[in-house]
């Protein structure tokens, strides 16, 4: 017996054993070095935004700096100005040229290692020096980013200094609000110089059953060493911080090259991720040298089956998911586009509460935090790269930066978000001018190379203008297939996924027109509402139910929409008209509404004094529309009954009130207990309706189900207001300097009511280690800053939101306003 071969074979064990230990310390929540392999990179900034006439572009030992926490976006510290270069679309807010500087040390330890710093994302046209030395620039605000400056650094006592220049002074270059600085996190990254390489894991689930997954890890090692070296690579999946299975290899690595290394796993009885139990998965890499471990390395995966069928639509682990999607721009609302992660919990959680499982990150690659949340909660993202090609949409957007930028950014983008397994489809583009050309099926299939050579797995879409181009009667909405012409993008094979923007008249014709290609309504709807505003379709009936161009050119109070499913933009449809037929058919994978939430900028149908959207379902403020409710009436197994509009109308007016309603046969409407009906859906009917004279007092509804009652809801009329009512959605928050408090502030009446239309202007005040750092009603005229101490409420409702410290204590708010009882709640950080 080889004694010697059993002794290396022995200690081999022995060390692997110590890896899997140590590995299994570190995922309870135990620390080592290791760690520290990124770290929050986001306090302690000075920035200084330049005044265009005394700062010519630069810095110099005058300029004057605040110290601030990033992400930060400046332009939504701003005042909304009619003139802004970027226009409305941009939210008459302005850009500029803005610069961002850290000093810092580095442990002298480290002079062997490699440090880095990544940004998430830097809007716009970014240029970083490292003492004194330019690192490089990166013009796509979206993208995320990194720079090796362990070349540059100094160690010990001595300062380094980093500086960002960031220059959105170009306008417009975006069709929405963009924001501008650097307005996702950033991070300093410390390596052995032999480490994974970022962005450096790509993992796969090739074959799924619920008996065994096999899963494929491919893994880019990066040796910056000046020696070749050899080494162990132990990958370990857990779930849950438990063990599942693990591998390990051997590897002998070139002195400055990367390697890559494929490993196969087998995963017994997997938990498969799903839209109800998105069950996730850990892999942990370990490099270790002579014994020592030298690198540790997450990736979070989700082990699923998935695939488009021409006539099944969507199916997920063998099951058929009707995708019900909304797209999302990146802004906050109030908080504007500097990101944070529970503002987009919250954003989601909304969403979900509707029935809402797919997300469309519209028009760009979005915030790393968002994607996790998906992977968390269970949503089929799409996941989106531009917002255009060669061709300009507004005077210096990235068509500007096309040439010598777009092959970077997208295999940046895929390498990026390629292990979330929320992602489902690629979509390569957005309304491309160049579609309908020669020239955009050439760039379509190098982008879509581009993705595939990066990921195999998952569907490339476009989301096109239509795929079709038709011709409709803008009266009749008659569609004629005989004169219908096709999108040269959608024939040309560079697609996997048909995507249509709107057009839901041509959505049956899709296995006709498109029969051997699977189909996904990329961006839908388009519908218009303000939150609490009501005209009755009863009353608008003959000019509303096809246009809306008529009502607008004569002008409606403030700018105002009404709540009622009965507005759309000429190119769309209203709420129950695309949702009819997408829920009609199989081969219909489903389709992403724009949009889920109000959004800064492109305030169609308005201009000015309009600064937002009005296409959300859910407002600025985070508070949902009526039409929320018709879906989750449809989405949710959640039972519904809910009337509208409010009750407080003029004694004798003819009062459109609509229901939406589920789990029940029919709705019994009364007034102050006399009835006035009973409605029950026909045929494919959404909602229910009654016109009846006003009244005060009570409002009551009920639904049954089989003569038995379901479901009772009542409005009532309100008196004049009288108090204020505070509501946090988290009492209890992380004394983090992070989390957040969204507290809603209700105008009500002496009795408790309601009062919806109180527009009293609200002031805020906060006791403790807290700040208030934004308050919105939703109005999309409002002119407030988001970032000051009081605001107007809408429609009886308002929003502040407050940020909690780096200490655990009480926080008390107080809500105040003129002739209005004042409110206080508390909120406790820990």
């Known amino acids: 017996m080889n004694k010697k071969k059993n002794f290396n074979h022995f200690q081999k064990t022995l060390i692997l054993l110590g890896i899997i ?19 929050n990179f986001n306090s302690g900034w000075s920035f200084h935004l330049n005044d265009s006439i005394k700062d010519k572009d630069t810095i110099n030992s005058t300029t004057t700096w605040r110290t601030l926490n990033l992400p930060h976006d400046w332009s939504i510290e701003g005042k909304f100005d009619e003139k802004s270069p970027a226009g409305y679309g941009g939210g008459a807010l302005n850009g500029g040229l803005g610069w961002y500087k850290k000093t810092f040390k580095v442990a002298t330890a480290n002079k062997t290692k490699t440090t880095s710093i990544i940004f998430d994302g830097v809007y716009r046209n970014s240029e970083v020096w490292i003492n004194g030395h330019y690192l490089g ?43 501008s600085g650097i307005f996702r996190n950033v991070w300093l990254q410390t390596t052995d110089k032999l480490h994974v390489e970022q962005w450096g894991t790509y993992i796969t689930t090739p074959k799924v059953t619920v008996k065994s997954a096999s899963v494929h890890l491919e893994t880019t090692i990066k040796n910056q060493y000046t020696a070749s070296k050899s080494a162990t690579i132990l990958t370990t999946i857990f779930k849950n911080d438990i063990k599942v299975t693990s591998v390990t290899q051997n590897i002998s690595i070139a002195a400055n090259a990367n390697q890559v290394l494929n490993q196969d796993i087998l995963v017994n009885n997997p938990v498969l991720w799903s839209i109800e139990k998105p069950e996730l998965y850990t892999a942990v890499t370990i490099i270790s040298i002579n014994n020592k471990i030298v690198d540790e390395y997450k990736t979070t995966f989700g082990i699923r089956n ?18 019900k999607g909304v797209c999302m721009h990146h802004d906050l609302g109030p908080l504007g586009s500097a990101i944070n992660t529970r503002a987009i919990e919250r954003q989601l959680e909304i969403l979900k509460g509707m ?77 491309i001018p160049e579609q309908w050309s020669d020239e955009g099926v050439v760039i379509a299939k190098e982008l879509s190379a581009i993705v595939k050579k990066l990921d195999t797995t998952r569907l490339v879409t476009a989301a096109m203008n239509p795929a079709v181009n038709m011709n409709i009667d803008a009266v009749t909405l008659q569609f004629e297939k005989s004169k219908t012409y096709f999108n040269s993008l959608a024939t040309s094979g ?182 006035v009906g009973v409605r029950s859906k026909k045929e494919d009917d959404l909602h229910v309706m009654w016109r009846i004279p006003f009244q005060a007092g009570t409002l009551k509804a009920v639904s049954r189900k089989n003569g038995k009652t379901v479901l009772e809801t009542e409005i009532k009329t309100a008196e004049a207001p009288a108090l204020l009512k505070l509501t946090a959605d988290r009492n209890t928050i992380n004394a983090d300097g992070n989390d957040l408090s969204f507290v809603t502030v209700d105008i009500l009446d002496a009795n408790g009511v309601l009062s919806p239309n109180a527009n009293n202007e609200i002031s805020f005040s906060l006791k403790g280690n807290g700040k208030i750092v934004g308050v919105c009603s939703g109005d999309p005229v409002s002119h407030e800053s988001y970032k000051g101490t009081k605001h107007t409420a809408l429609n009886g409702k308002c929003l502040v939101v407050i940020q909690s410290g780096n200490k655990a204590e009480k926080l008390e708010l107080t809500a105040s306003a003129n002739d209005l009882k004042s409110s206080k709640t508390v909120i406790t950080t820990k």
């Open 355 to 431: 029935g809402v499982n797919g997300i469309r990150t519209s028009h760009n690659p979005p915030a790393p935090e968002l994607l996790n949340l998906c992977d968390k909660m269970g949503f089929i993202v799409m996941d989106e790269a531009f917002d255009m090609w060669k061709k300009a949409k507004t005077k210096y957007d990235y068509s500007l930066n096309w040439d010598k930028w777009h092959a970077k950014d997208l295999q940046d983008q895929i390498l990026r978000d390629r292990n979330h397994p929320s992602i489902f489809m690629w979509s390569i583009g957005n309304e």
């Open 21 to 39: 230990i140590t590995l299994a310390f570190n995922s309870k929540g135990g620390k080592t070095d290791l760690n520290s392999r990124k770290i």
């Open 494 to 675: 560079a697609l996997d996924i048909i995507g249509y923007n709107y057009a839901h008249q041509t959505f049956e014709y899709h296995q006709k027109n498109f029969p051997n290609v699977p189909f996904i309504a990329t961006e839908t709807t388009s519908a218009l509402e303000t939150r609490g505003y009501y005209e009755f379709p009863s009353d608008t009936i003959k000019v509303w139910p096809v246009r809306w161009d008529l009502p607008f050119t004569t002008g409606n109070p403030n700018n105002t929409v009404s709540a009622f499913d009965q507005v759309r933009a000429p190119w769309g449809s209203t709420h129950e008209a695309t949702w009819k037929v997408i829920k009609k058919y199989d081969f219909l994978a489903g389709m992403y509404i724009w949009t889920g939430f109000d959004y800064i900028g492109e305030p169609t149908p308005y201009e000015w004094p309009s600064i937002s959207s009005y296409f959300g379902i859910v407002d600025l403020a985070g508070f949902p529309k009526d039409v929320y409710y018709m879906y989750q009436s449809e989405w949710t197994d959640k039972t519904v009954l809910h009337i509208f509009p409010h009750w407080n109308w003029k004694v004798g007016q003819n009062v459109d009130v609509w229901a939406y309603y589920n789990n029940a046969d029919e709705v019994e409407l009364f007034l102050n207990g006399k009835s």
């Open 137 to 179: 620039k990166r013009p796509n605000g979206y993208i995320g980013f990194q720079y090796d400056l362990s070349p540059y650094l100094n160690y010990g006592d001595k300062d380094n200094e980093i500086i960002v220049k960031v220059d959105n002074s170009k306008q417009p270059n975006s069709r929405w609000y963009s924001g």
């Open 306 to 323: 998935f695939k488009f069928d021409v006539n099944k639509g969507f199916i997920l682990n063998g099951k058929q998911v009707k995708i």
